[in-house]
């Protein structure tokens, strides 16, 4: 009798704690968020147009900005965003500056929350340099090989959820295949994500050995030198290992 009172009492607690409405998210997120977004559509869509290439804000949403953080997730769909020449910017709350990561010699930069800096006069769009001739295989069957590969790839065969967005096939040193998903091409720059974290780790290891850096030193960028920044004082290892706070 004491287990079925147990049940029913579990049972009607059940809706009152699916009724419960999620925490809105904080100020802090929701800038997160807006500068994530920023950053992002900056980085694609910037940087492709100083490369020559296009793409749009939709293209950008369909492919990088997905299957991102859950807690950030929602809001970066819903957040809006504009781009112009030099910059992207995010409005995530009605009293404070928008989001803005601004594109320079560098690629885009992600500014401060409340930065109110003028971000139509930073950088400049050039294009990139030409590619590589595509060749031809040296034999039938490694053709044949690639095609096989090639059309796996086109029909977004290699596993559910999967997106690919360019593939190009490089042997002894020269380029004897490529694809690319619509609205991406040669000329369009490809979000590195980890691979980008892994050739840095290996170039700065290597600086390291030669006895060029230091790790544990602050990173002597010097957007980040002037009086009373606190940004002056994270290290290279604290970039490296994403646990540098910045947001």
């Not at 704690?17 to 809105?24: G, I, K, R, S």
């Not at 929350?113 to 590619?131: M, Q, T, Y």
Request: hydrophobic fraction near 45%.
């Amino acid at each position: 009798m004491r287990l079925l009172i147990l049940a029913a009492a579990a049972a009607f607690a059940l809706p009152a704690v699916a009724q419960t409405p999620a925490p809105a998210p904080s100020a802090a997120t929701r800038a997160m968020a807006a500068g994530y977004k920023a950053l992002t559509v900056c980085s694609a869509v910037l940087n492709a147009r100083a490369a020559g290439a296009e793409r749009t804000v939709e293209s950008v949403e369909a492919n990088e900005l997905v299957g991102i953080y859950p807690e950030l997730d929602a809001l970066v769909r819903e957040l809006p965003v504009e781009v112009w020449n030099g910059a992207a910017s995010v409005r995530w709350d009605e009293a404070m500056p928008p989001r803005i990561a601004v594109y320079g010699d560098n690629g885009c930069s992600i500014m401060p929350v409340g930065w109110r800096g003028d971000a139509a006069e930073s950088g400049h769009l050039a294009p990139g340099a030409l590619r590589e001739e595509v060749v031809e295989a040296s034999s039938r069957e490694g053709r044949d090989a690639l095609d096989t590969v090639i059309r796996r790839v086109a029909a977004q065969d290699y596993g559910e959820g999967t997106r690919t967005t360019a593939v190009v096939v490089l042997n002894n040193g020269l380029q004897v295949a490529e694809w690319y998903a619509p609205g991406f091409g040669p000329y369009t720059p490809q979000r590195t994500w980890s691979v980008g974290k892994s050739i840095a780790g290996t170039l700065i290891g290597a600086a390291v050995q030669r006895g060029e850096a230091d790790v544990n030193a602050p990173a002597a960028i010097a957007d980040w030198s002037r009086d009373g920044d606190p940004r002056a004082t994270i290290t290279l290892d604290q970039l490296m290992r994403m646990a540098s706070g910045l947001t």
